[in-house]
């Protein structure tokens, strides 16, 4: 099974990267990173990174529907789907190939701001603890919009009907605690707990709460699970 789990993976990464998009996506998170961690450390003076690092929420909201848009609908145009499916593979060594491959691909648009980190620790001495913690809970957080992204990406065939299903979901749980807080009473908590982003305030704070690193999990085996399901049933109609 892991062999296989590997063999996805290897193709899946070799894929995004031969496709001009990876470095159109690797470009624009550069540029805004860029903007971001001059308007902050530049422009006020502050070392603190954890307030930029708070920003690539807003970035991956866009970014994760156009990662996860083309794993399904690619192979979909090419008819490669319908090979995998006659092949000793099972859905789970696919989708799992295929999640592992796209976070991989965001943790190396992570990696760029190292460099930024780089440039802050040769001119200040920045707490380490909001840092790290933000970095974990971007690495979380990141995972989770791309569990979320793939599962409704697997729904269509369409490529940028794909995208925007990802984009619509992730927008509502963006807004969830938003409108828990104007909805109010029992319902308005619920709706808050359900919320994507209010879990990475502890982290870009430093704190590593069991809480905020479960749910996160929790969204990331939720919908992979889901999406193996739905993959599943495109073997048998």
């Not at 920003?55 to 789907?81: C, H, Q, T, W, Y």
């Not at 909001?130 to 809970?137: D, L, N, R």
């Amino acid at each position: 099974m892991f062999n296989r789990i590997v063999t996805i993976f290897g193709r899946e990464l070799a894929s995004y990267y031969l496709s001009p998009i990876a470095y159109v996506l690797m470009a624009l998170f550069t540029l805004l990173y860029g903007i971001f961690y001059s308007g902050i450390f530049v422009g006020f003076g502050v070392a603190n990174l954890q307030y930029s690092y708070r920003d690539l929420l807003i970035v991956m909201l866009f970014l994760a529907p156009i990662m996860s848009m083309r794993v399904f609908a690619e192979e979909r145009k090419n008819g490669v789907d319908e090979l995998l499916m006659t092949l000793p593979i099972s859905s789970t060594e696919i989708v799992v190939g295929k999640f592992v491959a796209l976070v991989t691909a965001w943790l190396s648009l992570l990696g760029i701001t190292l460099i930024h980190l780089g440039i802050t620790l040769f001119f200040a001495k920045p707490d380490f603890g909001p840092i790290v913690g933000s970095i974990g809970g971007l690495i979380l957080a990141g995972a989770a919009y791309l569990a979320i992204c793939i599962l409704m990406a697997s729904f269509s065939d369409n490529q940028i009907i794909g995208a925007l299903l990802g984009f619509t979901t992730l927008l509502i749980f963006w807004l969830l605690e938003w409108i828990g807080s104007s909805v109010g009473g029992q319902l308005g908590a619920v709706l808050e707990v359900l919320s994507i982003n209010r879990y990475f305030n502890d982290f870009s704070k430093g704190i590593i709460d069991s809480i905020n690193i479960v749910f996160y999990l929790t969204i990331i085996v939720a919908f992979i699970f889901l999406t193996i399901r739905q993959v599943e049933s495109r073997r048998w109609r």
